[in-house]
């Protein structure tokens, strides 16, 4: 499937400096920031700078350098969260199934508290 990226929606509008963020970390492809809405003590989204509408996009379209500086930097604000110790959760919705609502690709990093089962029963 060809995926249309809007250009509109609210994390280009970030990468654009339109709006703000906290930033977690900065990398040359990549950008992570503190989610607005946490569900979980550490809430982190970390985003490629490039326009991809989401996973699958990505990996099937993004430079080995964009992939390589966007799996790098998972790693890293893994680190810097201290995720190791107790486990986290990384999410990334994709579409109308996936629930996703911003169309900019997308990993939620969660830690800090017992996190439950991956889905609940439709
Ligand atoms: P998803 O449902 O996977 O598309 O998650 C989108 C996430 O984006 C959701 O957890 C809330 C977060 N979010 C929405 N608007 C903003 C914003 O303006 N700033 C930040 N930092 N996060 C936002």
């Known amino acids: 499937m060809a995926y ?3 250009d509109q929606n609210i994390f ?3 990468l654009r400096g339109e ?3 906290t930033t977690v970390l900065e990398t040359e492809h990549t950008l992570a920031f503190r989610d607005l809405y946490p ?3 550490s809430h982190v989204l970390v985003i490629p700078k490039g326009p991809y509408v989401c996973y699958d996009h990505f990996a099937q379209e993004a430079t080995d350098a964009e ?3 966007y799996t790098r930097a998972i790693g890293k604000v893994c680190e810097l969260e201290g995720v190791a110790t107790d486990g986290f959760r990384m999410i990334s919705n ?3 199934h996936g629930v996703q609502e911003v ?3 997308h990993v939620h990093i969660l830690s800090g508290r017992p996190l439950g089962r991956m889905l609940a029963k439709a």
Do not use: T
Request: glycine share 4%; hydrophobic share 45%; proline share 14%.
């Open 4 to 6: 249309a990226y809007d």
């Open 12 to 14: 280009a509008k970030i």
């Open 19 to 21: 709006i703000p963020n």
């Open 39 to 41: 569900q979980a003590p």
């Open 67 to 69: 992939i390589v500086d």
């Open 94 to 96: 994709a579409g109308e």
């Open 103 to 105: 169309p900019h690709l």
